[in-house]
């Protein structure tokens, strides 16, 4: 009976972390998608959230506004990166790459001037547990759960039933003739990029109080990010949310059995290996 | 309506249009004609904005247009329809339409005279474009340029590339839309298609315009043809 609960809990547990990766990495697939960039400071926008976050809560005592405003900063952040730094550059893949590691190193080192090395934690603003079927589970993991699902939900209803939503998509499939029939495509550019940004950074205030919050937190991520994104098939969103609950679900239900690090070893293993097989991703050739 | 004073087109280093001038008039239809290769296509990408002129200017209802970017060329008013057709084969015929808009708005009226005209355009609204044959490409590629309801069409090879049964189709589209007063310009291989709907005909070569004519003109002087098309009628 202690192990089935155990069980229930590591799945629970899974499906929260691998919705909120599926919130990174649908940020970091649009963005690759739209503007074939592989940004590698995504991982530090979504530690940008969480920092900007911890010193909202700081300030204000509110995690609410903090989830607010942490998320709106780093959008703007990311549409002033695509602006400044990425659109100069763009022509050049290997250039970008480069560029947006660097920026990863900036905001890192910026974190570590103003937040300093140590880690911290942020209290959850709901507190509790609820139980059902014998198994108890934290409330606010589960209303992570939940807003993660909305926010998914929103994203694919914005992406598909919004006239923006249409220009990302029809921008990605053929940027030229897009922008002949009058697409303003420099604009959804730095938009696609805002949004990507934002959203690693609601991931990131939303699994404050979760996970600590420090300096070097998005380099996991950011690495976990890339390969659900890589099995789930480049520019497929459904295939980002399959592998990042697949992934969160092996990972959290394997550390049941084995130490998390071996846990880890044995998720990746299979990840690897499902790539070797069908180098396309889950869904390949779907696209957003 | 449209005016392109002397301008001269690159692709990298190559040298593409010598010092191309003509003008498109309201609700004229004129017609670029020469064999592949010529520089009609890059003539239609430097007006729209994709393969900008490096020298000359390009004005649109008064306003000098070379130099600003596609959107903003796109939005004063004129509708494009790419040389293959340029779907968004993953996106929907609607959504394919929607596009057109560019930053417009949509125009009821205008949306349900489209489909008027292009009935199997709006049989297949829910259906990928990449799933369409080549002769429903186009009509969404038409009716999508419509769909902002331009002043001016560049219309690029309509017919190109398409089964010769569904020829007489578009040919008849196209001849219809010249008809309803857009101000048209198109590039196009097929010369009785040309001579039944232009106004005047540029002939184009090495990339230069060597004459003008009107089809009248053309058709009692066979040797034009011949000599810029390899073709007689």
Same mark, same amino acid.
């Given at each position: 009976?202690?192990?089935?609960?155990?069980?229930?809990?590591?799945?629970?547990?899974?499906?929260?972390?691998?919705?909120?990766?599926?919130?990174?990495?649908?940020?970091?697939?649009?963005?690759?998608?739209?503007?074939?960039?592989?940004?590698?400071?995504?991982?530090?926008?979504?530690?940008?959230?969480?920092?900007?976050?911890?010193?909202?809560?700081?300030?204000?005592?509110?995690?609410?506004?903090?989830?607010?405003?942490?998320?709106?900063?780093?959008?703007?952040?990311?549409?002033?990166?695509?602006?400044?730094?990425?659109?100069?550059?763009?022509?050049?893949?290997?250039?970008?790459?480069?560029?947006?590691?660097?920026?990863?190193?900036?905001?890192?080192?910026?974190?570590?001037?103003?937040?300093?090395?140590?880690?911290?934690?942020?209290?959850?603003?709901?507190?509790?547990?609820?139980?059902?079927?014998?198994?108890?589970?934290?409330?606010?993991?589960?209303?992570?759960?939940?807003?993660?699902?909305?926010?998914?939900?929103?994203?694919?209803?914005?992406?598909?039933?919004?006239?923006?939503?249409?220009?990302?998509?029809?921008?990605?499939?053929?940027?030229?003739?897009?922008?002949?029939?009058?697409?303003?495509?420099?604009?959804?550019?730095?938009?696609?990029?805002?949004?990507?940004?934002?959203?690693?950074?609601?991931?990131?205030?939303?699994?404050?109080?979760?996970?600590?919050?420090?300096?070097?937190?998005?380099?996991?991520?950011?690495?976990?990010?890339?390969?659900?994104?890589?099995?789930?098939?480049?520019?497929?969103?459904?295939?980002?949310?399959?592998?990042?609950?697949?992934?969160?679900?092996?990972?959290?239900?394997?550390?049941?059995?084995?130490?998390?690090?071996?846990?880890?070893?044995?998720?990746?293993?299979?990840?690897?290996?499902?790539?070797?097989?069908?180098?396309?991703?889950?869904?390949?050739?779907?696209?957003? | 309506?449209?005016?392109?004073?002397?301008?001269?087109?690159?692709?990298?280093?190559?040298?593409?249009?010598?010092?191309?001038?003509?003008?498109?008039?309201?609700?004229?239809?004129?017609?670029?004609?020469?064999?592949?290769?010529?520089?009609?296509?890059?003539?239609?990408?430097?007006?729209?904005?994709?393969?900008?002129?490096?020298?000359?200017?390009?004005?649109?209802?008064?306003?000098?247009?070379?130099?600003?970017?596609?959107?903003?060329?796109?939005?004063?008013?004129?509708?494009?329809?790419?040389?293959?057709?340029?779907?968004?084969?993953?996106?929907? $015929? &609607?959504? #394919?339409? @929607?596009?057109? /808009?560019?930053? +417009? !708005? *949509?125009?009821?009226?205008?949306?349900?005279?489209?489909?008027?005209?292009?009935?199997?355009?709006?049989?297949?609204?829910?259906?990928?474009?990449?799933?369409?044959?080549?002769?429903?490409?186009?009509?969404?590629?038409?009716?999508?340029?419509?769909?902002?309801?331009?002043?001016?069409?560049?219309?690029?090879?309509?017919?190109?590339?398409?089964?010769?049964?569904?020829?007489?189709?578009?040919?008849?589209?196209?001849?219809?839309?010249?008809?309803?007063?857009?101000?048209?310009?198109? $590039? &196009?291989? #097929?010369? @009785?298609?040309? /001579?039944?709907? +232009? !106004? *005047?005909?540029?002939?184009?070569?090495?990339?230069?315009?060597?004459?003008?004519?009107?089809?009248?003109?053309?058709?009692?002087?066979?040797?034009?043809?011949?000599?810029?098309?390899?073709?007689?009628?």
């Amino acid at each position: 009976m202690a192990l089935a609960s155990d069980v229930a809990v590591a799945v629970l547990n899974g499906v929260t972390w691998g919705l909120i990766v599926a919130l990174i990495a649908l940020g970091l697939n649009l963005i690759f998608g739209l503007l074939e960039i592989v940004n590698m400071a995504h991982g530090s926008l979504y530690m940008l959230g969480a920092v900007i976050g911890w010193f909202v809560i700081d300030a204000t005592g509110s995690f609410f506004v903090a989830l607010f405003l942490a998320p709106l900063a780093v959008g703007m952040i990311g549409v002033a990166i695509e602006r400044g730094v990425l659109r100069p550059i763009e022509d050049d893949v290997s250039i970008t790459l480069i560029a947006t590691f660097g920026l990863l190193l900036i905001f890192q080192q910026l974190a570590l001037m103003s937040f300093g090395p140590g880690t911290r934690s942020v209290a959850a603003p709901i507190s509790g547990t609820v139980s059902f079927a014998g198994v108890s589970y934290s409330t606010y993991r589960l209303s992570v759960a939940v807003v993660a699902v909305a926010l998914m939900a929103g994203l694919y209803l914005f992406l598909f039933r919004t006239r923006y939503g249409t220009w990302m998509r029809g921008v990605r499939q053929n940027r030229e003739v897009a922008s002949a029939l009058g697409v303003p495509t420099s604009k959804v550019y730095a938009f696609t990029f805002g949004l990507g940004s934002l959203l690693a950074a609601l991931a990131g205030v939303l699994l404050a109080p979760i996970v600590s919050v420090h300096h070097l937190m998005g380099l996991d991520v950011l690495a976990v990010a890339f390969i659900v994104v890589i099995v789930g098939g480049l520019g497929s969103l459904r295939g980002v949310l399959v592998a990042s609950l697949t992934y969160a679900l092996v990972e959290n239900v394997g550390a049941l059995f084995v130490t998390p690090v071996r846990a880890r070893i044995l998720t990746l293993t299979l990840m690897i290996a499902f790539v070797l097989v069908r180098p396309g991703g889950i869904f390949e050739g779907d696209a957003v | 309506m449209l005016d392109v004073d002397a301008i001269d087109t690159y692709y990298g280093k190559s040298h593409i249009l010598h010092d191309v001038s003509f003008e498109a008039g309201s609700d004229e239809v004129v017609a670029l004609l020469g064999r592949n290769g010529v520089g009609k296509t890059t003539t239609m990408r430097s007006i729209i904005g994709l393969t900008p002129p490096r020298t000359g200017t390009i004005r649109f209802e008064g306003e000098v247009i070379s130099g600003k970017s596609p959107p903003e060329i796109a939005n004063r008013g004129i509708g494009y329809v790419p040389q293959d057709r340029g779907m968004f084969p993953e996106l929907t $015929v &609607e959504k #394919n339409l @929607e596009m057109g /808009l560019g930053t +417009a !708005d *949509r125009d009821d009226d205008v949306v349900r005279a489209i489909f008027d005209r292009f009935p199997r355009v709006e049989d297949r609204l829910d259906q990928k474009a990449g799933t369409l044959s080549g002769g429903e490409q186009q009509m969404v590629a038409m009716a999508r340029a419509l769909m902002r309801d331009p002043k001016l069409v560049l219309m690029d090879e309509p017919t190109e590339g398409l089964m010769p049964s569904l020829i007489p189709e578009i040919a008849g589209i196209t001849r219809d839309i010249a008809e309803s007063g857009y101000s048209i310009v198109v $590039v &196009e291989q #097929n010369v @009785e298609l040309v /001579l039944d709907i +232009a !106004d *005047r005909v540029y002939l184009m070569d090495n990339g230069r315009i060597h004459e003008q004519a009107t089809p009248a003109e053309l058709r009692e002087n066979e040797r034009t043809l011949q000599e810029y098309l390899g073709v007689g009628l």
